[in-house]
């Protein structure tokens, strides 16, 4: 006999689980959860100094790119978390809701109830924030948030001084102001990360009304007509599927989701035909639009001492910038990692995971102490690309193509972005404390072709992947503006894949939001 939930949501990622635990606040509901990965943790997930330690495991999807063209062919390595609580649990836990100019774009494109004014009240939903630096925080949420400077590291306070120094304006709070260097705020309570597994799923899941299946991957979706009335999926090596009396929420992130539909007959024709999966549902924009933050692994600067151990998490303190005079909002963004996490073994290890394809135990490298690493990041990349199937066959990963770098404009502005991180390590500040010097790119890397060839060799992405179902009007919209699938009943996408453009921060925080807004759509159409 075939199980009944009224709502499965598949995928217990970061607002698979806010979902799960607002639709299980209604006791005469039931809900179950679909997870492709496993239940149990490592020590690492809660430390905020070791999430480097997460990847690569078996924590991490590890996805390899399609050779990126402009990266002169480079497979970029592409970390997307699941087991219970899925990205959530490799994020940096930096807690930035994005910029209000952001929200506004969405809304003006047709995404109407999704301005800044709009989102505003479920960012305040989930927040819990300690501090009094912003305004308009939230202070009764599921997510502890904390200034980041309560367990601040002194070559972090001189990433600020340097910044400071080249005239750039100390904020406070990135929540509450645009441009600026400070300290992150940042998802960690009694010294352990705050994620939605720990707020959200695991307070869930002691309710009666919630089931969790792990080392569950959804095949297929199940239809009756133009309504989708339940998941096909496969555990430890069974077929199964259950039925869904209300609805199907599809939240298993940027890559896995459009998967999914494609899997179903849901997406572009013509690739569908092409790998002789039945078309249900004409949708172009399955796929489409997907874009990440490109990564730069450096500049790495060498001090003349040891900085002391960290208290806290690593990525503390960011300098968000224009790369032009006159932006309403910053396109850059300069975190400093004041313990550098990689060495040589991280980027073996990444290397064998692609040859066998097997998880890497986690391991934690001795780095030396003297190294600090920038990551500058494009926060606003117009730079576009896919999701599409490698095979009609659901145990195959599916073949990723963020586009870095395809339009100019992106490679020069990170390029400019780059030039700004090696200022930073040229200040007073930092060689008077620090004696520091730069390694990488060096002294050999002068001009500005020679810098523009170093960004294009040591690119790489911030795993921010959004955008691959996207929430809209146009021809290439998957889902409307209260997240449904569009040509499809009872079926929602709720997760980074929505996104019409990533916001120009952090992006874990918006995917909160995104789950506690498909929560009350949902309540609002039961109630009708």
Same mark, same amino acid.
């Given at each position: 006999?075939?199980?009944? !939930?009224?709502?499965?949501?598949?995928?217990?990622?970061?607002? $698979?689980?806010?979902?799960?635990?607002?639709?299980?606040?209604?006791?005469?509901?039931?809900?179950?959860?679909?997870?492709?990965?496993? #239940?149990?943790?490592?020590?690492?997930?809660?430390?905020?100094?070791?999430?480097?330690?997460?990847?690569?495991?078996?924590?991490?999807?590890?996805?390899? /790119?399609?050779?990126?063209?402009?990266?002169?062919?480079?497979?970029?390595?592409?970390?997307?978390?699941?087991?219970?609580?899925?990205?959530?649990?490799?994020?940096?836990?930096?807690?930035?809701?994005?910029?209000?100019?952001?929200?506004? #774009?969405?809304?003006?494109?047709?995404?109407? $109830?999704?301005?800044?004014?709009?989102?505003?009240?479920?960012?305040?939903?989930?927040?819990?924030?300690?501090?009094?630096?912003?305004? *308009?925080?939230?202070?009764?949420?599921?997510?502890?948030?904390?200034?980041?400077?309560?367990?601040?590291?002194?070559?972090?306070?001189?990433?600020? @001084?340097?910044?400071?120094?080249?005239?750039?304006?100390?904020?406070?709070?990135?929540?509450?102001?645009? !441009?600026?260097?400070?300290?992150?705020?940042?998802?960690?309570?009694?010294?352990?990360?705050?994620?939605?597994?720990?707020?959200?799923?695991?307070?869930?899941?002691?309710?009666?009304?919630?089931?969790?299946?792990?080392?569950?991957?959804?095949? %297929?979706?199940?239809?009756?007509?133009?309504?989708?009335?339940?998941?096909?999926?496969?555990?430890?090596?069974? =077929?199964? /599927?259950?039925?869904?009396?209300?609805?199907?929420?599809?939240?298993?992130?940027?890559?896995?989701?459009?998967?999914?539909?494609?899997?179903?007959?849901?997406?572009?024709?013509?690739?569908?035909?092409?790998?002789?999966?039945?078309?249900?549902?004409?949708?172009?924009?399955?796929?489409?639009?997907?874009?990440? +933050?490109?990564?730069?692994?450096?500049?790495?600067?060498?001090?003349?001492?040891?900085?002391?151990?960290? %208290? $806290?998490?690593?990525?503390?303190?960011?300098?968000?910038?224009?790369?032009?005079?006159?932006?309403?909002?910053?396109?850059?963004?300069?975190?400093? &990692?004041? =313990?550098?996490?990689?060495?040589?073994?991280?980027?073996?290890?990444?290397?064998?995971?692609?040859?066998?394809?097997?998880?890497?135990?986690?391991?934690?490298?001795?780095?030396?102490?003297?190294?600090?690493?920038?990551?500058?990041?494009?926060? %606003?990349?117009?730079?576009?690309?896919? &999701?599409?199937?490698?095979?009609?066959?659901?145990?195959?990963?599916?073949?990723? +193509?963020?586009?870095?770098?395809?339009?100019?404009?992106?490679?020069?502005? *990170?390029?400019?972005?780059?030039?700004?991180?090696?200022?930073?390590?040229?200040?007073?500040?930092?060689?008077?404390?620090?004696?520091?010097?730069?390694?990488?790119? $060096?002294?050999?890397?002068?001009?500005?072709?020679?810098?523009?060839?170093?960004?294009?060799?040591?690119?790489?992405?911030?795993?921010?992947?959004?955008?691959?179902?996207?929430?809209?009007?146009?021809?290439? #919209?998957?889902?409307?503006?209260?997240?449904?699938? %569009?040509?499809?009943?009872?079926?929602?996408?709720?997760?980074?894949?929505?996104?019409?453009?990533?916001?120009?921060?952090?992006?874990? *925080?918006?995917?909160?939001?995104?789950?506690?807004?498909?929560? @009350?759509?949902?309540?609002?159409?039961?109630? +009708?």
């Amino acid at each position: 006999m075939t199980a009944t !939930f009224d709502f499965i949501i598949v995928g217990s990622g970061t607002a $698979g689980s806010v979902i799960a635990h607002r639709l299980s606040e209604m006791p005469d509901v039931s809900v179950l959860v679909l997870e492709a990965g496993h #239940a149990r943790m490592n020590d690492a997930v809660e430390s905020p100094s070791r999430w480097n330690e997460v990847l690569l495991t078996d924590l991490d999807w590890a996805y390899m /790119s399609e050779p990126q063209p402009a990266l002169n062919g480079t497979r970029v390595y592409s970390a997307s978390g699941q087991g219970l609580g899925g990205t959530s649990n490799i994020y940096h836990m930096i807690h930035t809701r994005g910029r209000a100019a952001d929200y506004d #774009a969405w809304a003006y494109g047709g995404c109407a $109830g999704w301005s800044f004014k709009d989102v505003l009240p479920y960012f305040q939903k989930l927040e819990n924030q300690q501090d009094d630096t912003n305004p *308009t925080a939230g202070r009764s949420g599921p997510i502890h948030v904390m200034n980041a400077k309560e367990t601040g590291n002194p070559v972090s306070q001189t990433f600020i @001084d340097a910044c400071v120094e080249l005239g750039h304006p100390h904020v406070e709070d990135f929540n509450a102001s645009d !441009f600026g260097v400070g300290w992150h705020h940042v998802d960690i309570k009694d010294g352990k990360r705050c994620g939605v597994r720990v707020a959200y799923l695991e307070p869930a899941r002691e309710r009666p009304n919630v089931s969790v299946e792990s080392h569950a991957l959804a095949t %297929r979706l199940l239809f009756e007509g133009p309504r989708c009335v339940g998941v096909e999926y496969v555990q430890d090596g069974e =077929r199964k /599927s259950v039925r869904a009396l209300r609805e199907v929420i599809v939240s298993a992130g940027a890559i896995q989701s459009p998967k999914l539909l494609m899997l179903s007959g849901i997406g572009d024709p013509e690739h569908l035909e092409a790998l002789d999966i039945p078309v249900r549902v004409a949708l172009p924009g399955v796929g489409a639009n997907f874009h990440d +933050h490109p990564l730069i692994i450096g500049p790495i600067g060498l001090m003349s001492k040891p900085g002391p151990d960290p %208290r $806290g998490n690593v990525t503390e303190v960011a300098l968000f910038w224009g790369s032009e005079p006159g932006l309403p909002v910053p396109d850059m963004e300069i975190c400093l &990692v004041h =313990r550098a996490p990689f060495g040589d073994q991280f980027f073996a290890n990444v290397v064998r995971r692609v040859q066998t394809g097997q998880p890497i135990a986690p391991v934690q490298q001795l780095v030396d102490p003297r190294v600090i690493l920038s990551l500058p990041g494009l926060v %606003r990349p117009l730079s576009r690309g896919w &999701v599409r199937l490698a095979s009609a066959n659901p145990a195959d990963a599916p073949r990723i +193509h963020a586009n870095y770098f395809a339009e100019r404009t992106d490679l020069e502005r *990170t390029t400019t972005m780059v030039q700004l991180a090696r200022d930073i390590y040229r200040t007073s500040a930092f060689s008077d404390t620090w004696g520091l010097t730069e390694i990488s790119p $060096g002294p050999d890397v002068k001009t500005r072709k020679e810098l523009e060839d170093w960004v294009v060799r040591n690119a790489g992405s911030y795993y921010h992947f959004t955008g691959s179902c996207k929430m809209g009007i146009d021809n290439l #919209a998957v889902v409307d503006a209260r997240l449904r699938v %569009r040509g499809v009943e009872g079926l929602r996408v709720a997760d980074a894949s929505i996104m019409p453009a990533i916001p120009s921060a952090n992006p874990h *925080t918006t995917v909160v939001m995104i789950g506690e807004r498909a929560a @009350d759509f949902i309540k609002q159409d039961l109630s +009708h």
